[in-house]
Structures are given as C-alpha cells and as structure tokens.
C-alpha cells in the first residue's frame, strides 16, 4: 500500500531537543496538558493549526468550535490524510487516538459528541499543535 504522506523519523534524543517539555510529553509520549491550560484552547483567530513537531498542516480555524471541553476542539481535520487515527484502551477506556500522519506525534482523541455537520469532536492538546494566524 503506496503512501502518499512522507513520514518523518528522529531519533528521542532529536525530539528532545527540538521540542518543549511539554511537547515531548504529549507528542512523544502520549501524554496531555491539563484542562483549560493550554493557550490555544481560547483562540478563535483566523488560520491554520499545525502539527508542533513537524509543521504539517493538520486542522483549519474554520473547523474549530468551542467544545467546552478544556481543549481546542474542531469538527474535521483540515485534510482526512493529514491525522491518522488508533484505537486506544488506556485507563480502562475506548477512546480513538489521534497522531499526525507525517511524524506520529500523538495530537489527543476523536468523539463521537460534536457539532452537526460531522458529529465528531477532535479534542487536540494545544501543546500538540502551532497557530498560523491567516493574513489579509
């Protein structure tokens, strides 16, 4: 099966290095920044969200709603190819994970509680992700 994303592979140490604690936490280590902390949960400016580890564009400010959750949520990825999704089992719960295709950082998870048109609620770490805010 052909793969039209080109993955991106560093070693621990690189990631280290060129990501925050924080980003390290969540992108590499499937961890979470902590409810209403992360400072794009409040954005609402015009743009794009791209992946913090890589730079892949992975989310659209057109498609971001405010969920009440704690965490920047949005109806739809900005491209199907650019998230790829896993189901997860951790903590005793069914929840399908969300990765950025290009390097596999771990971006949050996929609900099935969001806003019509898509139904679906992609809670992302803002730790996870940079805003590109659009000109003009």
């Not at 290095?17 to 409040?42: N, S």
């Not at 971001?64 to 650019?82: N, V």
């Not at 992302?124 to 940079?130: C, E, L, T, V």
């Amino acid at each position: 099966m052909s793969d039209s994303i080109e993955k991106i592979e560093k070693s621990e140490a690189e990631w280290r290095e060129q990501l925050t604690p924080l980003q390290y936490h969540v992108l590499r280590e499937k961890g979470t920044e902590r409810a209403y902390t992360g400072p794009l949960e409040y954005n609402f400016e015009s743009g794009a969200y791209h992946c913090a580890g890589c730079g892949a564009r992975l989310f659209t400010s057109g498609a971001k709603y405010d969920s009440g959750c704690g965490w920047p949520a949005f109806m739809i990825p900005a491209d199907s190819k650019a998230i790829r999704e896993h189901e997860d089992n951790t903590y005793g719960m069914r929840r399908v994970e969300v990765t950025c295709a290009k390097c596999g950082g771990h971006l949050g998870h996929v609900f099935p509680d969001g806003p019509k048109p898509t139904g679906l609620r992609y809670c992302i770490n803002s730790a996870s992700i940079a805003f590109t805010k659009e000109e003009g």
